[in-house]
């Protein structure tokens, strides 16, 4: 499968879609993490943040890693 390229957004159709690299701000089960240094797409109309597959992966192991950290220390 090659990469995803996002140039429409899928929330209002728009494609003034602005690719960004940068620290995007996420929000996974109600908890919140920064994922540095990665390269997202947001929406200019309707102020949508948007990831590739890939990045999505790499905010799952960020959120991974701090769950992981946590419950190790509380252990
Ligand atoms: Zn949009």
């Known amino acids: 499968m090659n990469k995803l390229l996002i140039t429409i957004c899928p929330i209002c159709d728009?494609?003034?879609?602005?690719?960004?690299i940068g620290n995007l701000n996420c929000k996974r089960d109600k908890h919140y993490f920064t994922v540095p240094n990665i390269t997202y797409y947001f929406c200019q109309s309707c102020g949508e943040k948007l990831t590739d597959v890939e990045n999505?992966?790499?905010?799952?192991?960020?959120?991974c890693c701090d769950s992981t950290h946590k419950q190790k220390k509380a252990a």
């Open 14 to 20: 728009s494609k003034k879609i602005k690719k960004i």
């Open 56 to 63: 999505e992966i790499k905010i799952d192991n960020q959120r």
